[in-house]
């Protein structure tokens, strides 16, 4: 099974700033067919269910301001918000989808400081 | 728009079974695979199993594999879950979540609200 490790637990960042989510991959998610990495992330906020953020590592859903961004590739991924907001407090998931089982990073909690 | 819909949630004792479904509308049922994912109380995510599109293809995560099967009714466009033999480990949030593409191994679009299955004596 591929393990999904994120960094930090947990963060908190003051309105404006910069976080920055880690996600490392215990082996490549780089799907060769496509050049591609299959890498997802998600944000669930209290008492709702995940919500999609970014696929294929980089290319954000439909909706999603551009202040989320997900960069990185192989096996080190990163989701970066570029200023943070008070309705983006959550906790962030990172989960692959290069082989099964399906699996998902721990999670980071992100707060306000 | 998409809707994902789960009920069957509840309480059960060990050993004892459930089924739940969850019902999609708001686009083409047929043409998406699904997903089982679930969420312990204060926990994390597990994805749990997949069925494709037509119902051919199915995995398992191995925590549930034996004991729980993932289906689907194009007539009434129903993603089902049935549970057997339930462990008071299996006790989480189940949500029903649509594939993100046409395949059965990517990321999840679409979420329901999720149901709440409760494994206790």
């Known amino acids: 099974d591929i393990v999904m490790t994120q960094s930090p637990d947990s963060l908190a960042v003051s309105l404006g700033e910069r976080a920055t989510i880690n996600c490392k991959s215990s082996?490549?998610?780089?799907?060769?067919?496509?050049?591609?990495?299959?890498l997802a992330w998600y944000q669930q906020k209290p008492g709702q269910p995940p919500k999609l953020l970014i696929y294929?590592?980089?290319t954000r859903e439909s909706g999603i301001p551009d202040r989320f961004s997900g960069s990185g590739s192989g096996t080190d991924f990163t989701l970066t918000i570029s200023s943070l907001q008070a309705e983006d407090v959550a906790i962030y998931y990172c989960?692959?989808?290069?082989?099964?089982?399906?699996?998902f990073g721990g999670g980071t909690k992100v707060e306000i400081k | 728009q998409v809707q994902l819909v789960e009920s069957g949630g509840g309480v059960v004792q060990p050993g004892r079974s459930l089924r739940l479904s969850c019902a999609a509308s708001?686009?083409?049922?047929?043409?998406?695979?699904f997903h089982w994912v679930r969420q312990a109380p204060g926990k994390g995510l597990e994805w749990v199993a997949v069925?494709?599109?037509?119902?051919?293809?199915?995995y398992y995560a191995d925590s549930v594999k034996g004991r729980f099967t993932i289906s689907r009714d194009s007539s009434t466009n129903t993603l089902n879950l049935q549970m057997n033999s339930l462990r008071v480990e299996d006790t989480a949030i189940y949500y029903c979540?649509?594939?993100?593409?046409?395949?059965?191994?990517?990321?999840?679009?679409?979420w329901g609200q999720g149901t709440l299955v409760t494994v206790s004596s």
């Open positions: 979540a649509r594939d993100g593409k046409p395949g059965y191994g990517d990321w999840f679009d679409h």
């Open positions: 708001g686009f083409t049922f047929s043409s998406y695979a």
């Open positions: 069925i494709s599109y037509d119902g051919k293809i199915q």
């Open positions: 082996q490549s998610l780089l799907y060769s067919s496509n050049n591609k990495n299959s």
């Open positions: 294929w590592a980089s």
């Open positions: 989960q692959q989808y290069y082989s099964f089982p399906l699996t």
